[in-house]
């Protein structure tokens, strides 16, 4: 026969409460161990997904010009006379292009490694007028044209090249298809570059004459996957945004009014 004093029991019922005290923490552990790990995988899923939707956006337009180049290579070889000319520009307009995307795929890879952009000196007007040449054909093909208005003593900033660019190549791009989409006559980009004070800064602006941006779309013109295009992904702006962000800036719609639409952002200068 067991006896069992007062004593001795609330001890008994202490022990096991506390043993299965600690079951339960155990079973909480496990149970937080397995959804960090369903959560990195979710993380994991989502960097690779969100890269791989940017990277296809950011290669898909240089791949788009350098195909509409070579099949403008491959017409004039079928001609009776060659106009070897036009035909060395378009082979050198293309390799630009298929040197672009090259840029964007080492830049990304980069990006994603460090987690910060590959900072280097910039020459704003350089930049400029590189992405011009890149945006031209196809604007050209269009029928608009772009003109540039940058001063040639712009200040360097400092800040990854190609993402930069890309940034421009995004704006001058949306430019080129809000007006192509609308048929504006006479199609007509401008970008403006200047520097300004307080605080020190490099201001760009792509200004277009096309349609406008309706207000249902400028609430959240720089989200993902807001696009007024029918074939558009809604990712340009969202990673301009980034981009710029990252370099200390800021991007922004000005105003957009039909007929002078604009967007510009801002880069910072360093003083001292």
């Known amino acids: 026969m067991l006896v069992l004093s007062a004593t001795g029991l609330t001890v008994g019922v202490v022990v096991t409460e ?47 010009a350098a195909r509409a180049l070579a099949r403008s290579v491959q017409e004039l070889l079928r001609g009776p006379v060659p106009n070897l000319a ?43 007028t590189n992405a011009m040449a890149l945006a031209g054909p196809e604007a050209a093909s269009k029928d608009i044209s772009i003109t540039l208005d940058a001063p040639d003593d712009l200040p360097i900033v400092h800040g990854d090249a190609v993402q930069l660019q890309q940034v421009v190549l995004n704006l001058v791009r949306n430019a080129e298809e809000a007006v192509a989409d609308a048929r504006t006559p006479n199609g007509h980009i401008t970008v403006v570059a200047c520097r300004l004070e307080a605080p020190a800064r490099i201001e760009i602006s792509i200004v277009d004459n096309g349609p406008g941006i309706t207000a249902e779309v400028v609430e959240r013109l720089f989200h993902p996957l807001t696009t007024s295009k ?16 990252a370099h200390g800036g800021r991007i922004w719609l000005q105003t957009g009014k039909g007929g002078a639409t604009e967007f510009r952002f801002s880069l910072p200068l360093e003083t001292g």
Do not use: C, Y
Request: net charge positive; no cysteine.
């Open 18 to 64: 506390r043993k299965h005290a600690d079951e339960t923490v155990r079973e909480m552990e496990r149970q937080l161990k397995a959804k960090e790990v369903e959560a990195a995988q979710a993380a994991r899923f989502n960097l690779v997904s969100g890269t791989a939707a940017a990277l296809g956006h950011e290669i898909n337009q240089p791949m788009t």
């Open 86 to 128: 036009r035909i060395e520009a378009n082979i050198g307009n293309l390799i630009i292009q298929i040197d672009h995307a090259g840029g964007v795929v080492r830049r990304m890879r980069e990006f994603l490694r460090r987690g910060r952009p590959h900072s280097s000196t910039v020459a704003i007007r350089e930049l400029l």
């Open 230 to 245: 029918t074939d558009g992904l809604g990712l340009g702006l969202s990673i301009s945004a980034s981009i710029v962000e």
